[in-house]
């Protein structure tokens, strides 16, 4: 991802990708090794929070939820995001986009409930979107005041090469 805002980001999350998203193995190794922060998703319930990624050892060892995800167990105390100073970018999955900035995620709100909470810590992060080509629509149903909008859609163009629009 050489875009100027990851460049510019010193506390990056970044989602860890199932068989269907774009993978993000690649972009989680370029932040751990640029000595940036990496803060990974952590879901409970009806809530999520973004929390430090250490290495790609810690990254190996662990867990696989439900949902085929890797994640920290609940009793693993990791640093909180929004506890020690916010994130610089956010890179989010879904399962369409519009290249206003729209998102449609899979419905259960993690992101959008996150984003708010960020709001309300005053911390306003950048937000990338990675998608394939074909999740990218001219228009996607969104909630007004609910659904939240990306800052940017990345995708591989037929030549692929990475696109971005920019909202």
């Known amino acids: 991802m050489n ?5 510019a980001s010193k506390r990056i999350s970044i989602y860890l990708s199932t068989t269907d998203e774009v993978r993000t ?9 640029s000595n940036k922060t ?4 952590h879901y409970s319930g009806t809530s999520m929070k973004m929390v430090a ?5 810690d990254y190996e060892n662990l867990p696989l939820t439900n949902w085929n995800i890797k994640q920290p167990s609940d009793d693993d ?12 970018l956010i890179v989010m999955p879904g399962l369409a986009f519009s290249l206003a900035g729209a998102r449609l995620g899979r419905g259960k709100g993690y992101y959008d409930a996150y984003l708010k ?3 309300e810590y005053g911390n306003k992060p950048i937000t990338i ?9 001219d228009n ?11 800052n940017k859609v990345i995708y591989p163009d037929e030549a692929d090469l990475m696109e971005s629009r920019t909202r």
Not at 25 to 33: C, G, N, R, V, W
Request: charged content about 20%.
């Open 53 to 57: 990624l250490k290495s790609l050892e």
């Open 117 to 119: 909470k960020c709001y």
């Open 77 to 88: 105390i990791r640093t909180d995001a929004l506890e020690t100073g916010g994130l610089d």
């Open 25 to 33: 193995e690649s972009i989680m190794k370029k932040i751990l090794a």
């Open 38 to 41: 990496c803060f990974i998703p």
């Open 3 to 7: 875009l100027p805002e990851f460049e």
């Open 140 to 150: 996607i149903p969104v909630i007004p005041g609910s659904d939240m909008f990306v």
């Open 129 to 137: 979107a990675l998608c394939f080509h074909q999740m990218l629509f």
